[in-house]
């Protein structure tokens, strides 16, 4: 074997880098913006801790854990909770991630192959098309229209062109909040020649799944997470679908991918939902407030929302200039604007405390009135 050396004064790092995939080195790492001592309302969180009274059943737990093992595996007690709580169809198989991110990690790995590729609709989650492009795979982007919905015969003729083995579709949809309509959804499903996943991320604002559906459709997958219902920093997502698809993006699976605490803590806390459900419904009450008064405002189109975040568009303010301004008060929101297309002059703003929302709403009438 042919051994290279390196003399003082040659570019080592160039040359390394050489070795990185040219797809790889021309993606941007995904961002996340620093929120210290800001309002942060940037990033779809549930803005509610647990109550005291609920937190030392899932500390006791959590004191149990044998750090010095290896998690089970499989994390059998942590999925036995997750069907309780979810409810999926007798003979449904259950798969859990590190997050939703590594779920659809897992999915694109296991049908990765040159020349397939992975559909989504656009503007949608950004992790779709990067982790298509991580693992090799052409990535499709169905352009919505312009009330943000899909247009089916565009779609079906996208589906036709590319024959995708994975189609993502978020409901609701990140970032417009919008759930598409079912007619919709039901066409691309008997239309699909792979998988079709439905990200339902944000069900508990939109209270609508298509869970109960998993038994009619072999080639339907329902995705989840906890992050939503106030339990993010566990990172955990979890997979519905059926045995021997799931089975197969198991074998993709990294062992130990759940650790240890996060199975300890969720197990107990999802056998207690009452004080997430609890929260979810004052987020959706303080939702249809949030999306009155931006509605009553000048120069504001605001678009319906089943999620626990609004998108919005200024017709006159520049939607850059007014972010800044929400920051300078110490207000963080999502600049979407820089997207462009159907997302030119947009702003989204996450659902927070009934106090976090008034903040936002000062806020933001003293940016648009550049006071």
Not at 161 to 186: D, M
Request: with cysteine.
């Amino acid at each position: 074997m042919r051994r290279t050396e390196y003399l003082p004064g040659d570019n080592v790092t160039d040359s390394l880098l050489n070795w990185i995939r040219p797809e790889i080195r021309a993606l941007s790492a995904y961002h996340v913006a620093d929120a210290e001592g800001m309002v942060k309302l940037d990033a779809m969180e549930n803005p509610y801790a647990l109550p005291q009274t609920d937190r030392s059943d899932w500390l006791n737990k959590v004191s149990e854990a044998e750090i010095n093992r290896y998690p089970d595996p499989h994390a059998r007690k942590l999925k036995l909770a997750l069907n309780a709580l979810m409810q999926p169809p007798a003979g449904t198989a259950t798969l859990l991630g590190n997050g939703s991110d590594e779920i659809i990690q897992m999915l694109a790995l296991a049908v990765a192959q040159p020349g397939r590729c992975i559909m989504a609709f656009e503007p949608g989650f950004v992790m779709y098309r990067m982790i298509a492009e991580f693992t090799g795979m052409q990535y499709v982007g169905a352009p919505l229209d312009d009330d943000f919905e899909i247009d089916v015969v565009k779609t079906l003729r996208l589906i036709d062109q590319h024959q995708p083995a994975i189609i993502f579709i978020a409901y609701p949809n990140n970032p417009t909040a919008n759930c598409f309509h079912a007619s919709a959804i039901e066409q691309i499903i008997k239309f699909a020649p792979g998988m079709v996943v439905i990200d339902e991320a944000y069900h508990p604002f939109a209270q609508d799944s298509y869970i109960d559906t998993l038994a009619q459709h072999e080639k339907l997958l329902v995705m989840r997470t906890v992050s939503k219902m106030g339990l993010a920093g566990l990172r955990l997502g979890v997979l519905f679908g059926h045995p021997l698809l799931i089975n197969e993006i198991d074998k993709v699976r990294l062992p130990y991918n759940i650790n240890v605490l996060t199975q300890k803590a969720a197990a107990a806390i999802l056998k207690k939902p009452q004080a997430m459900e609890q929260q979810a419904a004052q987020i959706r009450q303080q939702r249809e407030v949030m999306l009155q008064q931006l509605a009553d405002m000048p120069d504001v189109k605001v678009y319906p929302s089943r999620a626990n975040f609004i998108l919005f568009r200024l017709l006159q303010a520049n939607a850059t200039e007014v972010f800044e301004k929400l920051k300078q008060q110490g207000v963080l929101i999502k600049n979407m604007s820089a997207a462009g297309g159907v997302l030119e002059n947009c702003l989204r703003v996450t659902v927070g405390t009934e106090e976090e929302n008034a903040v936002f709403m000062r806020a933001i009438a003293r940016a648009m009135n550049n006071e």
